[in-house]
């Protein structure tokens, strides 16, 4: 062989299938500092001291028994809803159509919690949990069937739906589910308290959410490193044309993968039902899709990453609820950081990958 | 107006696409610029329309030296470049392409501008007019659109690369007319093609490129004799087969056929396949040859189902293959090797076990071992410079399209192949016609593409050529010889081994 028939044997990165050659320690460290300096300029600039931001953003989370509480029922559906996103990522689809996913996944579980209330609760939990994932599923399969079938760009399908996702479930607030005698779009009337998850002592946090969200990631897990279907999924987000020349049936995995997401998103909104709100809202979703989309930006298609991240961004968001009250600024600084984060990570790959 | 260049020369890399070209192209006269695909025609022209810049030399316009920056450049000082495939939008009128594409000197107004498009149009015998939307209008309307353009930019030397490809004969007949009447005002025209009837028909000189020089004494003035023509863009005629390990097929009659074409119309993009009829027997190397474009693509992507006929039968060993998509044409033993093997051939940051684990049978979970097993079998077996955990990314290009040939499965009936060796060096395309070879021994059917008339003389049974849509019968390659081959490449001679010429193909 010649010279130029040299293979030069790289070692791939497992962990991230496809950053295959970058540092991947690196660029966290150069997407922590850049967001770490930027949110630091924001709070500055408006007279806010760093410091005690950051011992509430980092810390508050930890300082009571009902915030540690509140984390984890924020963590729970932050959890699902990115682990759906990792397999569309995989499929290398954005799926921006995750807030209407998890709105029909409410409205799906509301249907059995309204009409069989009389169901021994395990059931009906199991019902509602049911509902939700096909009600999230089918969903996801309208941004499927018009991405396959019609060409529509899913990240175009999914806001559209959102819209419409939004529009079902407040129309179901003020008409149909209207509270007795009056309509208030702050939501319809609360569920009898005997069908609602059960919580530890006192507490908010109901053990059984977290419960099934890290029983998703398990799954997820196995499913996208370990059996022939995430890696077909892989090779279709990588590249559909050689996936299709060798086999793949392309079009059906990418629907596949945005019915496991619209499912996992619809448990996530059912969660939000029976464990949270107990009742349905018009923000149900609370933006938790859109933040699980940041989630998944930083983590990419690897699962190993989303139950650090996804559980420092519910710390971030929960902690910096204090900050009105203890240093007078605004919660949302938490959305800087997340936000900055990703902005910053994006930005570290791009020069890593252009080096 | 004059054009010429002196000693001019652009590099890309290590390689010389124009190495120390002079040329001169006379005003009121059409030159025509003859080439095989790569000799360097199309990198001339950008370099005189200002697409590229040069590396060394000088452009002259009317004698005076000029430095284009970019193609508004080139057309303010009167060169204007009409490509293959027209640049326009397709949303637009062509009054709205006219206007937007113009700069604002040229035509200041609406109405200007379509009193202008109209009188051109009618002085030179166009079908264009102003209010049609561009997706309505073929590609022969689009390239007047594009002459109308350039001329009212006041464009006064034209430079036309493979106008003919891709339009009606009345079209190209008008295209003719209207180039003549454009000389006779004055204006230059540079007519590139690789046709060699419409180069004697059309032009005043002819000039031939070859691997990025000027062949012989530079301008020629028209007519010469093709076969000097051709002798000159093709190379001497002096090659000698390769010696073979392995006897040639073909021959016989008794062979059954691995595909058979009834009548089969097809169509992609501007270009038709029509009422081809064809046996391409088993058990043999067919080779495809032709300037590229002329069809050979669209017969490959038919044998594997890529595109499906509008009209016509194809059979696959007696079964209709109707509307049958890839996958079925894979269950039917049918590999395609495409020639973007990054693009179309394998997932590019996936490893080779990752492959493997894809083309395993069935099964949830993936058998690991199993696919690095395999992986190291056919890294063994095909001479991979790899381990199983490589990505197919970091391989060279003779060690993916090895890798790519690896994971064809054994039993596999028929293989199509887009340039197999594309980008290799020598010995990795020896080594993969190796393969190939193997391959056909065992009853396999290997039809391939490629533009190199050297690789379809050394390992073909039978040759097919293409030219402009057109295609020869099948060829037994023993007759063959490259200057006969140059000959019906470039289209001379071509009725006399045209399929459809002759009542009885065989």
């Known amino acids: 062989m010649t010279s130029s028939d040299q293979a030069t044997p790289v070692r791939p990165d497992h962990r991230s299938p496809r950053s295959a050659r970058r540092p991947p320690l690196l660029v966290g460290t150069l997407a922590l500092g850049g967001a770490l300096l930027f949110t630091s300029l924001v709070l500055i600039s408006s007279g806010v001291p760093p410091l005690a931001a950051y011992k509430l953003i980092f810390l508050g989370a930890f300082s009571t028994p009902t915030r540690i509480s509140d984390m984890v029922m924020l963590a729970s559906p932050l959890l699902l809803c990115s682990c759906g996103l990792t397999l569309t990522f995989a499929a290398g689809l954005y799926n921006l159509g995750i807030e209407g996913q998890m709105i029909l996944g409410a409205v799906a579980a509301m249907i059995p919690l309204r009409l069989l209330p009389g169901l021994p609760p395990p059931l009906l939990w199991a019902l509602a949990l049911a509902a939700g994932a096909a009600g999230g599923a089918l969903w996801a399969l309208l941004v499927a069937g018009l991405r396959v079938g019609l060409r529509v760009n899913e990240i175009f399908a999914g806001l559209g739906l959102n819209f419409l996702a939004s529009g079902v479930s407040l129309y179901l607030v003020l008409g149909p589910w209207r509270r007795i005698g009056q309509a208030s779009s702050s939501g319809t009337e609360p569920l009898p308290s005997a069908i609602w998850l059960p919580t530890l002592n006192n507490l908010r946090v109901a053990p059984a959410a977290p419960v099934i969200a890290l029983v998703a990631l398990a799954l997820i897990w196995v499913a996208v490193t370990r059996t022939r279907w995430g890696l077909e999924l892989r090779a279709v987000g990588l590249n559909p044309q050689a996936a299709g020349r060798m086999g793949i049936p392309a079009a059906r995995r990418l629907a596949e993968s945005l019915a496991a997401c619209g499912a996992l998103a619809g448990i996530a909104g059912a969660i939000q039902v029976i464990a949270v709100f107990h009742q349905l809202i018009p923000s149900i979703s609370s933006g938790i899709g859109l933040l699980a989309l940041l989630v998944v930006l930083l983590v990419r298609a690897n699962p190993a990453w989303v139950l650090p991240i996804a559980a420092a961004f519910a710390v971030f968001t929960v902690g910096s609820v204090q900050m009105s009250v203890s240093l007078g600024a605004d919660s949302s600084i938490a959305g800087v950081l997340q936000g900055a984060l990703v902005l910053f990570a994006l930005l570290a790959r791009g020069f890593s990958a252009r080096r | ?506």
């Open chain 2, 1 to 506: 107006m004059e054009v010429s260049v002196h000693n001019l020369t652009k590099t890309f890399g290590t390689l010389r696409a124009n190495d120390n070209i002079s040329l001169r192209f006379a005003g009121g006269q059409i030159h025509g610029i003859l080439g095989e695909n790569g000799a360097g025609k199309s990198t001339l022209m950008k370099l005189l329309s200002g697409f590229l810049r040069p590396d060394g030399g000088e452009i002259l316009f009317e004698a005076k030296p000029v430095a284009l920056g970019d193609p508004g450049a080139a057309l303010r000082a009167g060169v204007g470049m009409v490509h293959q495939e027209p640049l326009d939008v397709p949303g637009f009128s062509a009054l709205e392409n006219l206007l937007c594409a113009a700069p604002r000197w040229a035509l200041p107004s609406r109405i200007e501008a379509r009193n202008t498009l109209t009188v051109l149009a009618g002085r030179l015998g166009f079908s264009v007019a102003p209010d049609d939307p561009i997706s309505a209008l073929t590609v022969g309307q689009r390239q007047q659109l594009e002459i109308i353009r350039l001329l009212a930019c006041g464009a006064r030397a034209l430079i036309l690369d493979e106008p003919t490809t891709g339009i009606s004969a009345a079209q190209a007949r008008s295209l003719f007319v209207a180039l003549r009447r454009l000389a006779s005002e004055g204006n230059t025209v540079i007519f590139v093609s690789h046709k060699l009837d419409e180069v004697a028909e059309l032009c005043h000189t002819v000039s031939v490129l070859r691997a990025g020089q000027v062949v012989g004494e530079g301008q020629m003035g028209v007519p010469q004799p093709q076969d000097r023509l051709l002798k000159m863009m093709f190379g001497g005629g002096d090659h000698t087969p390769a010696p073979r390990e392995t006897p040639r097929r073909g021959g016989s009659p008794a062979v059954p056929s691995a595909w058979r074409l009834e009548g089969i119309t097809a169509r992609e993009g501007n270009l038709v396949l029509a009422g081809l009829d064809l046996d391409i027997p088993a058990g043999s190397v067919v080779g495809l040859a032709g300037l590229e474009g002329s069809g050979q693509q669209i017969l490959l992507r038919l044998l594997c189902g890529q595109i499906r006929p509008s009209a016509g039968r194809l059979r696959m060993a007696g079964a209709d293959m109707a509307g049958a998509s890839p996958a079925i044409f894979r269950t039917c033993g049918v590999e395609y090797l495409p020639a973007d093997r990054l693009v179309e051939g394998v997932v590019g940051p996936l490893t080779l076990a990752e492959h493997f684990a894809l083309l395993q049978p069935g099964g949830m979970i993936i058998k690991r071992h199993a696919a690095e097993d395999a992986a190291r079998a056919a890294i063994a077996g095909y001479d991979i410079r790899a381990v199983p955990d490589s990505p197919i990314l970091s391989l060279s290009g003779g060690n993916q399209q090895r890798a790519m040939l690896a994971m064809i499965p054994e039993n596999t009936r028929a293989l199509v192949c887009e340039q197999p060796t594309r980008g290799l060096d020598v010995a990795s395309a020896r080594a993969i016609w190796g393969r190939l070879l193997a391959r056909r021994d065992a009853g396999c059917t290997v039809v391939f593409a490629t533009a190199d008339l050297d690789e379809i003389l050394d390992y073909s049974d039978y040759v097919l050529v293409f030219f402009a849509g057109r295609v020869s019968r099948l060829l037994p390659c023993a007759e063959l010889r490259v200057p006969r081959l140059a000959e019906l490449i470039g289209g001379v001679g071509f009725e006399a081994a045209d399929g459809r010429a002759k009542a009885n193909p065989q």
